[in-house]
Nanobody, 127 residues
């Protein structure tokens, strides 16, 4: 069964950094896009960043532009999220997701496009 597994969460001081990673359970992995979403306490799940697998085109939520960076390692079937200049509002569970069906990158912020999700990794920010 195909799975995604996230790691790299933890407790970081405001202004600090985290590097989240997400690995696929199969070597035969070629999605159209990968993304990170997050869900803070009492909040709905929100889009953070996405990247197309073949071209590496990236997309970011306005709230994280300039601070977060999404990248992929095609050989290792992994996607990373470098999280810098952390703010209190960045705290939450970060989920990795794979879109294996789309052909266009016009709506990669929509969670409904993603058909495989990881269990999430918790990121906390201390003041």
């Amino acid at each position: 069964q195909f799975r995604l597994v996230e790691s790299g969460g933890g407790l970081v001081q405001a202004g600090g950094s985290l590097r989240l990673s997400c690995g696929a359970s199969t070597r035969a992995f070629s999605p159209f896009a990968m993304a990170w979403f997050r869900q803070g306490p009492g909040k709905e799940r929100e889009f953070v960043a996405a990247i197309t697998w073949q071209c590496g085109t990236t997309f970011y939520a306005d709230s994280v532009k300039g601070r977060f960076n999404i990248s992929i390692d095609n050989a290792e079937n992994k996607v990373y999220l470098q999280v810098n200049s952390l703010k209190a509002e960045d705290a939450g569970v970060y989920f990795c997701a794979a879109d294996r069906e789309s052909s266009f990158d016009s709506a990669l912020y929509k969670p409904t496009l993603y058909d495989v999700w990881g269990q999430g990794t918790q990121g906390n920010v201390s003041s």
